[in-house]
């Protein structure tokens, strides 16, 4: 099995699969954990949990964009346009819908960028 990395899309693609396996291990050891009776492992299913949540959003976003991307409305593609634009246009709401909160909200940096922009 040889991969030929012709394009910039396929970085893409392959960067979509190892995302979306590490949210199906991290997914995989946040249930068997939630599941275990002690609870001695909590620190561990904290952070199975962040990243779970993490790589969902970066999935979610980084498919919005790869449909955007194949289905612009400028492109000669396999489908109708209404198909076409109807991908297009999926693409976009589920960008704009994905959980940005998650980068913004919790992070670090947005925290002590917020608590010095508060006036009170």
Same mark, same amino acid.
């Given at each position: 099995? $040889?991969?030929?990395?012709?394009?910039?899309?396929?970085? !893409?693609?392959?960067? #979509? #699969?190892?995302?979306?396996?590490? &949210?199906?291990?991290?997914?995989?050891?946040?249930? =068997? *954990?939630?599941? @275990?009776? %002690?609870?001695?492992? +909590?620190?561990?299913?904290?952070?199975? @949990? !962040?990243?779970?949540?993490?790589?969902?959003? =970066?999935?979610?976003? $980084?498919?919005? =964009?790869?449909?955007?991307?194949? /289905?612009?409305?400028?492109?000669?593609?396999?489908? +109708?346009?209404? %198909? $076409?634009?109807? &991908?297009? @246009?999926?693409?976009?709401?589920?960008?704009?819908?994905?959980?940005?909160? *998650?980068?913004?909200?919790?992070?670090?940096?947005?925290?002590? /960028? $917020?608590?010095?922009?508060?006036?009170?």
């Amino acid at each position: 099995m $040889s991969f030929a990395f012709e394009k910039s899309v396929d970085y !893409f693609l392959y960067f #979509i #699969i190892f995302v979306k396996v590490v &949210f199906a291990l991290a997914a995989v050891g946040h249930f =068997i *954990l939630i599941h @275990l009776p %002690t609870s001695a492992f +909590n620190d561990l299913d904290n952070h199975l @949990l !962040f990243w779970k949540e993490r790589t969902e959003f =970066i999935f979610i976003a $980084s498919m919005s =964009i790869l449909l955007i991307y194949h /289905f612009r409305p400028y492109k000669n593609v396999p489908t +109708n346009k209404e %198909t $076409s634009l109807l &991908f297009y @246009l999926f693409g976009w709401i589920l960008l704009f819908t994905a959980k940005w909160s *998650l980068f913004f909200k919790e992070a670090p940096w947005y925290k002590a /960028f $917020s608590k010095e922009l508060d006036l009170k």
